[in-house]
Nanobody, 126 residues
Framework: QVQLVESGGGLVQAGGSLRLSCAASGRTNSNRVMGWFRQAPGKEREFVAGIGRSGGNTYYADSVKDRFTISRDNAKNTVYLRMNSLKFEDTAVYYC???????????????????WGQGTQVTVSS
């Protein structure tokens, strides 16, 4: 089992920045593909960003490309999401997710991830 705990959410004005963190514990003896997703009220959970095991390959949703940066520190078992130039429409609960050990593919759909954190709220005021 893997436990994921997100932190760093909060209230920010449009144009501002936040950095989310996701700390992993439990069965993290091998690096896993990690992703960030978000879900706004009344909307489906959507892919935001994903990162490969070593951090060498990253993927982003078009809506956040050039504004958000995903990174990881494997020595700390932590994944980050740096969010710049935040917009009102970025308001959502942000979730960290991990894939099974047996894949190196950075998936972009939520049902391909096996472990989830509880989420952290990000609210952007316009």
């Amino acid at each position: 089992q893997v436990q994921l705990v997100e932190s760093g959410g909060g209230l920010v004005q449009a144009g501002g920045s936040l950095r989310l963190s996701c700390a992993a514990s439990g069965r993290t003896n091998s690096n896993r593909v990690m992703g960030w997703f978000r879900q706004a009220p009344g909307k489906e959970r959507e892919f935001v960003a994903g990162i490969g095991r070593s951090g060498g390959n990253t993927y982003y949703a078009d809506s956040v490309k050039d504004r958000f940066t995903i990174s990881r520190d494997n020595a700390k078992n932590t994944v980050y999401l740096r969010m710049n130039s935040l917009k009102f429409e970025d308001t959502a609960v942000y979730y960290c997710a991990a894939r099974t050990l047996y894949t190196a593919v950075v998936a972009t759909t939520w049902n391909q991830y096996d472990y989830w954190g509880q989420g952290t709220q990000v609210t952007v005021s316009s």
